[in-house]
C-alpha cells in the first residue's frame, strides 16, 4: 500500500518537530540548523522534519514544515498530495496566532485537506484554551484540540481524531475503516 502523507505546520516554536518525533516509530530526520536572527529558540527547520508511523498496517508519512515565512515555498511542496493536515500554534504565543492564520490560509486554499487546528503547551500555565483559540481562528470548537506535544498519547489522541474527520469524509480517500475497528463496514 502506498503511504498516506500527513503535514504538521505552524509558526516558529509551535511544537512542529516535537509533535512528529512524539508519534513516529523512527528515528526522525531534520533539517534543524541554528537560528541567524531572534525566534524564541536556538535552532529552526529549515526545509522539514520526516517521521514515519504505522496504523494497522497502513503507513503514514509525517511531514513537519519549517515555521519561518521565508521557506513557505517548502510548504506548497510538502502539502502535495497530503491526505491531512494539523496546524499546531503554541498556547502560550499568542503573537504568533495572526501567523498560524495566513500559513493555514495560504495551505488551505492551495490544497483543500481537512485539517485540526492543535494548540500546543496546555500543560503550561497561563495559556490559550482551545476554545478561545476556536474564536480567534473562527473554528468550530471541535476542529480545535488542546495537547502538549511531548505527550505521545496526545498527539495520538489529536491524529485520530483527524483520521475520524478525515474517514467520514472519505470520497477522495483509500479505505481507512482498518483504523476504526469499532466501526461497522458498509
Not at 28 to 56: M, Q, R, S, Y
Not at 69 to 77: A, G, I, K, S
Request: hydrophobic share 40%; proline share 9%.
Amino acid at each position: 500500500m502506498r503511504p498516506l502523507k500527513l503535514v504538521v505546520a505552524g509558526p516558529v516554536a509551535a511544537g512542529k518537530t516535537t509533535f512528529v518525533r512524539a508519534l513516529s516509530e523512527t528515528p526522525v530526520v531534520d533539517t534543524d540548523v541554528e537560528a541567524t536572527e531572534d525566534i524564541g529558540k536556538l535552532n529552526t527547520t529549515v526545509a522539514f522534519d520526516f517521521g514515519t508511523l504505522t496504523l494497522d498496517g497502513i503507513p503514514l508519512h509525517l511531514y513537519g514544515t519549517p515555521g519561518q515565512d521565508r521557506f513557505d515555498f517548502m510548504w506548497e511542496l510538502l502539502c502535495e498530495g497530503a491526505l491531512g493536515l494539523v496546524m499546531l500554534v503554541s498556547g502560550d504565543r499568542p503573537r504568533d496566532f495572526a501567523a498560524a492564520r495566513n500559513m493555514l490560509e495560504f495551505i488551505t486554499t492551495r490544497y483543500p485537506v481537512p485539517y485540526l487546528l492543535g494548540v500546543t503547551r496546555q500543560d503550561l500555565p497561563r495559556v490559550w484554551e482551545p476554545d478561545d483559540v476556536a474564536d480567534y481562528f473562527d473554528l468550530p470548537p471541535s476542529q480545535v484540540l488542546g495537547l502538549n506535544a511531548t505527550d505521545p498519547a496526545a498527539c495520538h489522541d489529536l491524529l485520530a481524531t483527524l483520521l475520524e474527520q478525515l474517514d467520514s469524509s472519505a470520497s477522495r480517500l483509500p479505505d481507512l475503516s482498518p483504523l476504526f475497528p469499532s466501526q461497522e463496514t458498509p
